[in-house]
């Protein structure tokens, strides 16, 4: 390809700067999605009505005593400080990866890009988006579950808001990564239930890991989201079984990511 | 009369304005599969260009290359003066674009469609003057998802023309459309070009590119076949006029005399000539000057559409 040699005219309209204008735009989009997402009832289902509703059935049947198998902390406690863990993840399996794969089979995606929006303001608002409704869905479950059964107050409140950041860059990247590698809505919506519902049972949403067998806690210690749910547990609470190793979700982000590029480089040939 | 020039050996109509799109031997295979082998063409400024073609013949690949949302392997492409793999999103901000294989959210609707693509753009056009003119603004508060294929189209438009580009990349347009709403589209693309904005026109339709089209590219199984205004390619390829009338006692042999006649054939009363050129007049002029003036004298002129049937069943693959 030669560089550009035609005496074209740019235009003279003076335009925003790059940046301004990108910002603008991934606000525009994420507003947008924000309103189409208001409309579909199914994702406040997935994001916000399962995890409540697990959440609420287990704290109630475990009750808000401390009890030794729960690292000495109330079950309730226990599992609503974890559920912030689960909300994350069915934002990284199912919602984000729906969304993406959905819009590019559709082909929602290529008309936005036909447009002059790059990968980069989508991914913006992909980051933006699931920020707000995890953050949302978080508070909302958090605030239903306290006014049912109550709730401590965090040990370490930095340390939560530290662990929560980690674990949505976390869950977004993997939701991304799936999104770009499922081609189409119906296959990210079947593969994502798939992964979530042995990841949320065995990952810090399910039994506690004192009662699991030694087989299940191997498998429990290789998900990211049990070490996500654990970091969670251990700054809300000051204790926890669960294992707790930043590095390792943010390993499998990065490994996410770097899928997701090559993905789109490839598809972009 | 610009030149036309037809394969073996494609050349390409040069321009008459300044070239905003200059593609040079372009190839693009996928895995092992060719789809555009050496593709040659240029488009000026202000033109009502027409990329024909049969399904499969390269023409969306061509175009996704030209917008930057596809790599090319080989060749050489400047579009409004910059290379789109380069450019990318610089460019697709200045061009409008409505794509065959595009779609939106089922619950988004036309305003909310409108106003959203407008809000990427720094000057876009008033939103009521482009609803009203793709006949929108009944529709504004309809969901995408319970649009028609017709009322789809012509959204899709409508998004393409919202930043005010100077080049604007039409696919299939008229694909869903009714009759009337095709005319009305038609009309709407002579306005646009009309403005000064440089239209492609990407279509299967050789009527629609005929009616439309200042200038022509024929692909055919990725190569170039044809390039040049309709009525050249229709004029190069050779397409005989056949001229027809019924006369018992003319005497046909003057007739084989008249410039342009190629066959002159009589079957009992009828009479039917064959030519190149205005043949039509010679033989009325002939005709009038024996005083035999056939009342049911009539012409079939060669169409593009038989000239682009004879360029894409006889070209090798």
């Given at each position: 390809m030669t560089a550009p040699t035609y005496p074209v005219a740019l235009p003279t309209t003076p335009t925003?700067?790059?940046?301004?204008?990108?910002?603008?735009?991934?606000?525009?989009?994420?507003?947008?999605?924000?309103?189409?997402?208001?409309?579909?009832?199914?994702?406040?289902?997935?994001?916000?009505?399962?995890?409540?509703?697990?959440?609420?059935?287990?704290?109630?049947v475990f009750g808000d005593t401390p009890d030794p198998e729960f690292g000495g902390v109330s079950p309730s406690d226990h599992y609503l400080a974890g559920y912030i863990g689960v909300v994350l993840a069915s934002?990284?399996?199912?919602?984000?990866?729906?969304?993406?794969?959905?819009?590019?089979?559709?082909?929602?995606?290529?008309?936005?890009?036909?447009?002059?929006?790059?990968?980069?303001?989508?991914?913006?608002?992909?980051?933006?988006?699931?920020?707000?409704?995890?953050?949302?869905?978080?508070?909302?479950?958090?605030?239903?579950?306290?006014?049912?059964?109550?709730?401590?107050?965090?040990?370490?409140?930095?340390?939560?808001?530290?662990?929560?950041?980690?674990?949505?860059?976390?869950c977004i990247a993997i939701g991304v990564a799936l999104g770009s590698l499922l081609s189409t809505g119906r296959a990210a919506n079947a593969l994502g239930n798939l992964i979530f519902v042995p990841m949320f049972l065995?990952?810090?949403?399910?039994?506690?890991?004192?009662?699991?067998?030694?087989?299940?806690?191997?498998?429990?210690?290789?998900?990211?989201l049990t070490h996500l749910?654990?970091?969670?547990?251990?700054?809300?609470?000051?204790?926890?079984?669960?294992?707790?190793?930043?590095?390792?979700?943010?390993?499998?982000?990065?490994?996410?990511?770097?899928?997701?590029?090559?993905?789109?480089?490839?598809?972009?040939? | 009369m610009p030149t036309t020039t037809l394969s073996p050996s494609p050349g390409r109509l040069e321009p008459r304005s300044r070239p905003v799109i200059e593609v040079r031997d372009?190839?693009?295979?996928?895995?092992?599969?060719?789809?555009?082998?050496?593709?040659?063409?240029?488009?000026?400024?202000?033109?009502?260009?027409?990329?024909?073609?049969t399904?499969?013949?390269?023409?969306?690949?061509?175009?996704?290359?030209?917008?930057?949302?596809?790599?090319?392997?080989?060749?050489?492409?400047?579009?409004?003066?910059?290379?789109?793999?380069?450019?990318?999103?610089?460019?697709?901000?200045?061009?409008?674009?409505?794509?065959?294989?595009?779609?939106?959210?089922?619950?988004?609707?036309?305003?909310?469609?409108?106003?959203?693509?407008?809000?990427l753009h720094p000057t876009p056009r008033p939103l009521d003057e482009l609803a009203e003119e793709w006949q929108l603004d009944g529709l504004l508060r309809r969901p995408f998802g319970a649009l028609s294929g017709g009322e789809r189209q012509r959204l899709f438009v409508a998004l393409a023309l919202v930043g005010r580009p100077t080049l604007v990349f039409l696919d299939e347009l008229t694909q869903n459309l009714d009759p009337v709403g095709r005319r009305h589209t038609w009309d709407v693309v002579r306005r646009i070009r009309d403005g000064g904005t440089t239209v492609v026109l990407v279509t299967h339709d050789v009527e629609e590119a005929e009616r439309l089209c200042d200038h022509i590219v024929v692909l055919d199984r990725g190569r170039v076949v044809a390039d040049g205004t309709p009525a050249s390619i229709v004029e190069a390829l050779g397409g005989a006029t056949t001229v027809t009338f019924t006369d018992p006692d003319l005497d046909v042999r003057p007739l084989r005399d008249l410039p342009g006649v190629d066959r002159v054939d009589r079957h009992g009363a009828a009479v039917r000539i064959s030519g190149t050129g205005p043949v039509l007049a010679h033989v009325g002029a002939h005709l009038v000057a024996c005083d035999r003036p056939a009342l049911d004298l009539h012409a079939q002129f060669p169409s593009l559409e038989d000239s682009f049937v004879a360029l894409t069943q006889e070209q090798p693959a």
């Open positions: 925003p700067s790059a940046l301004r204008a990108g910002l603008r735009t991934v606000l525009h989009l994420t507003a947008n999605e924000l309103r189409l997402f208001r409309r579909e009832p199914v994702v406040a289902v997935s994001l916000i009505g399962f995890p409540l509703a697990t959440v609420l059935v287990l704290a109630g934002l990284a399996l199912i919602t984000i990866p729906v969304h993406l794969a959905g819009n590019r089979e559709l082909g929602v995606v290529r008309r936005f890009r036909a447009s002059g929006v790059g990968a980069g303001a989508l991914i913006a608002t992909e980051i933006l988006l699931g920020a707000v409704l995890a953050t949302v869905a978080v508070a909302v479950v958090l605030a239903t579950g306290a006014a049912v059964y109550g709730l401590a107050m965090p040990v370490d409140p930095l340390g939560v808001l530290g662990w929560y950041l980690a674990a949505l860059a976390c065995l990952g810090g949403g399910g039994p506690p890991r004192d009662v699991m067998p030694a087989g299940m806690q191997s498998v429990a210690d290789v998900l990211p749910i654990g970091g969670l547990r251990q700054s809300w609470l000051g204790t926890t079984d669960d294992p707790h190793a930043l590095w390792y979700p943010l390993a499998v982000a990065a490994v996410a990511v770097l899928l997701a590029v090559r993905t789109e480089r490839r598809r972009a040939g | 372009l190839h693009k295979r996928y895995g092992e599969t060719p789809v555009l082998h050496g593709v040659s063409f240029a488009v000026g400024e202000g033109e009502l260009f027409g990329l024909l073609g399904n499969g013949a390269g023409k969306t690949t061509t175009v996704e290359i030209l917008q930057g949302l596809r790599r090319a392997d080989g060749g050489i492409v400047e579009v409004l003066g910059l290379d789109p793999a380069v450019a990318g999103d610089r460019l697709r901000r200045r061009i409008g674009a409505q794509l065959q294989d595009a779609a939106l959210s089922d619950r988004i609707r036309v305003g909310e469609a409108l106003r959203l693509f407008a809000s």
